[in-house]
């Protein structure tokens, strides 16, 4: 069946820290990956995706490489910011497109 | 164009109560879905729906129904709350795989905080 897990929160940073969140899946077929992130208070938006092996989806300074290779998709961003404090999802769409499958979500919160 | 949106935004019921939670869409998107969100165990599908007229369960779907009867809102009801049930409840629509390939993006509304006491 489908998965994701993603490691574990919370996360705190300084401002300009490096920030790498790990999601690796399990999948039947090719499916597309993404990462939503959620401010407080708010509903979830998509940050970035990517629909095939070796895509690199980018956004807001943030990148993720779809790497089937080891079936991960990691979330990285050279130097966070206070306004990057959120909860972040990985996500997986499978082959038949009509169902979503979430990570548990990931808490950040970035320091001055 | 509002995107999705959900009615109402907070409700406390008490055990036993029922209610149902609206969520509409003005993106003219054929999927909706419902989830809910508790700490520790990200987003739960409820149930969802692929086209007016349609709905398909999901992961959780026990103690909740819902109807699509329009294509632009979906409705999920509560006959009976339980404790069990206070989360927070989140509609989203996409379009078809079909319509968009498989970069079918999911578009979230606001959320509703539910509480059953």
């Known amino acids: 069946g489908n998965s994701v897990t993603q490691m574990e929160g919370p996360v705190t940073l300084s401002e300009e820290a490096f920030l790498t969140i790990n999601c690796t899946y399990t999948a039947t077929g090719y499916p597309s990956l993404f990462w939503y992130v959620q401010y407080p208070g708010e509903g979830l938006q998509l940050l970035l995706k990517a629909t095939k092996a070796d895509d690199k989806g980018s956004n807001k300074g943030f990148e993720a490489t779809y790497r089937k290779e080891t079936t991960s998709f990691h979330l990285e961003k050279g130097s966070v910011q206070v306004s990057d404090s959120a909860v972040y999802f990985c996500a997986l769409s499978g082959d038949t497109g009509n169902q979503f499958y979430f990570g548990t979500g990931t808490s950040l919160t970035v320091i001055p | 164009n509002a995107g999705v949106t959900q009615t109402p935004k907070f409700r406390v019921l008490k055990t036993g109560q029922s209610m149902t939670l609206l969520c509409a869409q003005d993106?003219?998107?054929?999927?909706m879905y419902w989830y809910r969100q508790d700490p520790g165990m990200g987003l739960r599908l409820i149930h969802y729906?692929?086209?007016?007229?349609?709905?398909a369960k999901g992961e959780v779907p026990d103690g909740y129904n819902v109807s699509r009867l329009k294509k632009q809102n979906f409705l999920l009801g509560l006959e009976s709350a339980a404790p069990s049930q206070t989360s927070v409840y989140f509609c989203?629509?996409?379009?078809?795989?079909?319509?968009?390939?498989?970069?079918?993006?999911?578009?979230f509304g606001p959320g509703t905080r539910l509480t059953v006491l």
């Open positions: 993106m003219n998107h054929e999927y």
């Open positions: 989203a629509s996409s379009s078809s795989a079909r319509a968009s390939g498989r970069d079918n993006e999911q578009f």
């Open positions: 729906s692929v086209g007016e007229g349609t709905t």
